[in-house]
């Protein structure tokens, strides 16, 4: 066969890059040949820009020309403005637009963007500073076209400025008539009349959020959502909450509240977060046949483990399932739950204190489809099982595990763990002080892990680390007690390192630090915040001497007045305190 008969088009390596797991990183394919560079500009779609990324803009779009959405949440506001009127002249088909975090809104930018991209179908303004009925006017009238909306939790710091009420809500509400999903959570003094005119006037409607809506009451949500029975999740928080005396239990969910819920009967996705709900509420669910694929109870007071063995026994469609501090939950009972949780995805369980390994076994047992493992705040690792408990118990699908806060965790329990889940991804054992020597056997038989926390892991050794852990991207140590030897073995074995924190890791000086830059090739960002023993002139050799850099989280000697920092961002590295 000829070198011409072996060469793959180019669609068929856009088919093998887009389906590679974990997802690559581009930049890294981009450097084996010129076509596949070609293939990878093609394929990014999304771009988030930065005070550095400012001066690359007109060549950055001119390489990847299929960039459809934008983040522009790590932009100094003051350079908002005119880079909203250098997009407006770019010839992007872009469809998303992120201004979260920024003190308000730039109107004159925002209106010359819009003129020439008025197709804008999702944009999120979340965490802005302040957010005004006029702002909701502008966005209606720039972007008519609109799908998604997030406007949640505006910090509203300016108090000349008034709050989002009813009528911005309403106006907002009459020009958007292609919104899908809107967030309104955090907008304090929004009402019932919100809610009502969003569902009664967006035909399209499907997801709601009003997290933190405190005057929105079970009333008007039910007057709502009766006017949009197509919803498909609805999402709430502090739901029923009332009036709280001394003792005096929240106020159920009303009969009317109840009727309302169970008249959606195509809702995927149930959300009622910290709110005050019954057994009644998850009967009725039950009964109608609800299709729920996502429940969330976390935090949800007046129900019982009988109202959720009752809805999960009948909704056996469940994928996500968040009973975060449920207090009667107990291994038993998470045992018999699971036997109607074979579409099981991922599952919350954090804070349930009675829960044990026994709980997680019998998770990673009976839910064939389980992916995500949330127990942080639990007694795993108090019962110690024996291996005869162990036995075949082994769950390919696990990828991400979080078992966080574990005060009883121990070597021995951790390492048995991982042989249940040999294939892990994502695992967290922070605040796991019991924790020492384990980690590098559970490296050893999980030669997947890319994201690993042992933060305020103040025993973890990882001394005895002697292979490569060629996955490993994300690493954790912050207030760990990590040292320099220890900075040398993860140097000498984890050299594909992208994301390493040592925060408040006192026994750091620059030798280690230097140790790590030089021999991890891929690293983007590092975080020595409190790191008193560590040099101010390590950071400049860093940003010299690894080019991969983009973020350097200071130690407390650096310096940032002066020229110094500028010096840095012009070699594409962002150095902060």
């Known amino acids: ?76 506001h003051s350079h908002l403005h005119a880079l909203l009127l250098q997009l407006s002249r ?25 003129k020439k991209i008025p197709t804008l179908k999702s944009l999120t303004c979340s965490h802005m500073g302040f957010l005004r009925n006029a702002d909701l006017l502008l966005i209606a009238d720039c972007f008519p076209f609109l799908e998604h909306l997030d406007l949640s939790f505006p910090e509203n710091s300016d108090n000349s400025a008034g709050p989002v009420s009813d009528f911005g809500v309403k106006a907002l509400s009459l020009a958007l008539p292609k919104l899908r999903s809107v967030n309104l959570s955090g907008n304090f003094f929004i009402n019932d009349p919100s809610i009502i005119s969003l569902c009664k006037n967006c ?18 949500i039910a007057s709502a959502i009766r006017e949009r029975p197509c919803l498909r999740s609805l999402c709430v928080s502090n739901f029923g909450c009332g009036t709280k005396k001394g003792d005096i239990a929240r106020p159920y969910a009303t009969s009317d509240f109840i009727t309302a819920l169970v008249g959606l009967k195509g809702l995927t996705c149930l959300d009622l977060s910290c709110s005050s709900i019954s057994d009644e509420l998850l009967l009725c669910i039950a009964e109608e046949g609800i299709p729920l694929k996502k429940l969330v109870l976390q935090g949800c007071c007046n129900y019982s483990y009988v109202g959720v063995l009752c809805l999960l026994s009948t909704c056996q469609s469940v994928e996500h399932l968040d009973l975060q501090n449920a207090e009667f939950l107990c291994d038993q009972r998470v045992e018999e739950l699971c036997e109607f949780l074979g579409n099981l995805v991922s599952v ?24 995500e493992i949330k127990m942080e705040g639990t007694d795993v690792g108090k019962k110690r099982v024996g291996d ?63 994201n690993l926390s042992l933060a305020f892991c103040s025993g973890v050794k990882l001394t005895g680390l002697d292979f490569e852990v060629p996955r490993l991207e994300e690493l954790n140590l912050s207030r760990s007690g990590v040292d320099d030897e220890m900075l040398c073995v993860i140097a000498k074995c984890c050299r594909w390192l992208v994301h390493l924190d040592l925060e408040n890791c006192c026994g ?11 021999k991890c090739r891929r690293l983007r960002e590092i975080n020595l915040v409190c790191c008193c023993e560590v040099e101010a002139s390590v950071v400049a050799w860093m940003v010299f001497s690894r080019p991969s850099l983009r973020r350097i989280m200071a130690p407390p000697s650096f310096d940032l007045s002066g020229g110094q920092r500028e010096l840095l961002l012009r070699h594409g590295c962002i150095v902060s305190l």
């Open 90 to 114: 770019a010839a992007l088909p872009l469809q998303s637009l992120n201004l979260s975090g920024h003190p308000s809104l730039p109107s004159n930018g925002l209106r010359a963007f819009a």
């Open 1 to 76: 066969m000829s070198e011409e008969d072996s060469h793959l088009p180019d669609e068929c390596w856009e088919l093998v890059f887009k389906f590679l797991k974990p997802k690559p990183h581009y930049e890294a394919l981009s450097l084996v040949s010129t076509q596949f560079l070609s293939i990878t500009n093609l394929l990014r779609t999304s771009l988030t820009i930065s005070d550095p990324t400012l001066p690359f803009l007109p060549n950055l779009f001119l390489r990847f020309p299929c960039i459809t959405s934008l983040h522009l949440t790590r932009l100094h």
């Open 508 to 518: 750091v000086t620059a030798k280690g630090v230097r140790e790590v830059v030089e």
């Open 388 to 450: 005869e408990v162990l036995n075949g118990v082994v769950n390919g699908g696990v990828k991400s595990l979080y078992l966080g806060s574990n005060s009883w965790l121990r070597d021995e329990s951790v390492e048995k763990i991982a042989s249940a889940c040999p294939s892990l991804e994502v695992l967290d054992l922070s605040s796991c002080c019991g924790i020492s020597e384990g980690v590098v056997e559970v490296l050893r038989r999980c030669g997947e892990v890319r």
């Open 203 to 220: 035909e399209l409607l499907e997801e709601i959020m009003i997290f933190e809506c405190h005057f929105i009451t079970q009333r008007g």
């Open 348 to 371: 919350n369980v954090s804070g349930c204190r009675m829960l044990t390994e026994l709980a997680l076994l019998a998770l990673i047992r009976k839910c064939p489809l389980l992916n």
